[in-house]
């Protein structure tokens, strides 16, 4: 084994690490998930070594035929991983190097630490575009579920207090807006990362004249890195997406918290399938949201993931350092995290049912439209000021004698100011309230329709 690491790691040691260093410093029980994007990079760089005579065009083909192979016994689970070999990088140009000569000239002109930083781009790049399908499959279930609900009303809440009425549509669409700019973060994250940082080397190139600009067509990069020393140490790709997953595993859990108070008892507006709830060991009447507060949980995870990576780079000096290690098995996480609760959230939205009965009695509360009579009011030519003291004080007055603030006697508010007429009192009407709200991105009916009928088309295309 210290004779395989010195061969490794070339004459400069004598002999190999202590065992607790090898398993102290490997990582490819981790990041052998990037196989792909390593065996992608290294045929790309093998064929542009082969461009510049570096490679014959034999030594090209077994090394391409080698790499091929070695990626099929991995996908077929037969490929032995050797921790002794540190990392996926190593493990892969060793396992070549033994079935063609040619495979110890692979590495000329690149490092390890160019080699892992394309790696990563590459799978971020592929990761991205899995983000965007389960992003706008999510779209998608919110707007089939507010399509088939789109005749209830529900209270709107500002700190959990009832406020003033809404469609359950115009809610539901309130998240599809937020995991479109979920969308929007990713594109932005994918634009930074498509940089190819291969022919940097360890951090100050090559003398060997690379022909950089062949790899990026060849691996689909935009563009290649100006400054090697930035290339090789550069993770604000990764931080970036980390806190776009960041926040919208905050998304997930504020629509999480919406689904679990409206399936209690006490708000009752919806009823989630048994496929997505689970008992409870001791009480038999329980019916628990599981999933919904594993979503909640998980958002903590995902930004510890963020935090842990800003910590990590937060004090490093130029250029590359071991510590970059710790960088994947966290973005990992939060990937993976975020991914599996995008699949089973989109999933449980369809099997959940909204009683209506229940959302129809919380909206019929007069209260929600005590802001309606003050605009009403203000249409008379009262400023608004005054007309929200006029209506408080009839709130008051509701209050204290247990009437309804639809039912009080015009002579109750007539008594607080004169304007008041039967017509301002005609506002107690929600569907008609609503209706009243014509501007853009208000919760009338008409909107609500015209927004749904316009995310509808623009899903069909994702």
Request: proline share 3%; glycine share 6%; with cysteine.
């Amino acid at each position: 084994m210290a004779q395989n690491n010195k061969t490794l790691w070339g004459g400069r040691f004598s002999s190999g690490p202590d065992e607790k260093v090898q398993r102290f410093t490997r990582s490819v029980h981790f990041d052998k998930r990037l196989y792909k994007e390593d065996i992608a990079g290294s045929i790309a760089h093998a064929s542009m070594l082969a461009s510049i005579g570096i490679l014959s065009a034999g030594e090209f083909k077994a090394i391409q035929r080698g790499l091929k192979q070695i990626r099929a016994e991995i996908e077929a689970g037969t490929f032995v991983w050797k921790e002794e070999r540190e990392d996926v990088h190593m493990n892969i140009e060793a396992a070549l190097t033994e079935r063609t000569p040619a495979g110890a000239k692979l590495h000329t002109g690149r490092s390890r630490n160019d080699q892992v930083a394309t790696d990563m781009r590459l799978w971020v790049k592929n990761q991205i575009v899995v983000d965007l399908q389960l992003l706008a499959d999510m779209q998608k279930a919110l707007v089939s579920w507010a399509n088939q609900n789109l005749d209830v009303l529900i209270p709107g809440y500002t700190h959990l207090q009832r406020a003033q009425p809404v469609y359950f549509a115009h809610h539901l669409l309130a998240y599809v807006e937020m995991f479109d700019r979920d969308m929007g973060r990713l594109l932005d994250v994918r634009k930074r990362t498509d940089v190819l940082p291969l022919g940097s080397g360890a951090l100050a190139g090559s003398t060997i004249p690379l022909r950089r600009e062949l790899v990026a067509k060849t691996l689909g990069f935009a563009k290649i890195t100006t400054n090697s020393l930035d290339a090789v140490s550069d993770r604000d790709f990764m931080l970036e997406y980390a806190a776009a997953n960041a926040i919208t595993a905050v998304h997930l859990s504020r629509l999480a918290e919406d689904l679990i108070l409206w399936s209690t008892a006490e708000f009752g507006f919806i009823r989630i399938g048994d496929s997505f709830t689970t008992g409870s060991s001791l009480m038999p009447q329980k019916k628990n949201p599981d999933v919904a507060e594993i979503t909640r949980g998980k958002s903590g995870r995902v930004i510890g993931d963020l935090m842990a990576l800003l910590t990590l780079v937060k004090g490093l000096p130029m250029t590359y350092n071991r510590d970059l290690q710790e960088d994947k098995e966290r973005l990992f996480d939060s990937v993976d995290t975020v991914q599996e609760t995008l699949d089973v959230m989109a999933a449980m939205l369809a099997d959940i049912a909204v009683n209506k009965t229940a959302c129809a009695k919380a909206v019929s509360d007069p209260l929600l439209l005590a802001t309606d009579v003050a605009d009403a009011l203000v249409l008379k030519g009262i400023p608004f000021r005054h007309a929200h003291e006029i209506v408080g004080q009839a709130v008051a007055v509701s209050e204290k004698t247990g009437c309804l603030l639809s039912k009080l006697p015009l002579a109750e508010w007539k008594k607080i100011h004169p304007k008041v007429d039967a017509a301002v009192l005609d506002v107690f009407d929600v569907k008609a309230a609503l209706a009243r709200r014509l501007m853009t991105g208000a919760p009338g009916l008409k909107q609500v329709k015209a927004e749904l009928a316009s995310w509808k088309k623009r899903l069909a295309r994702k």
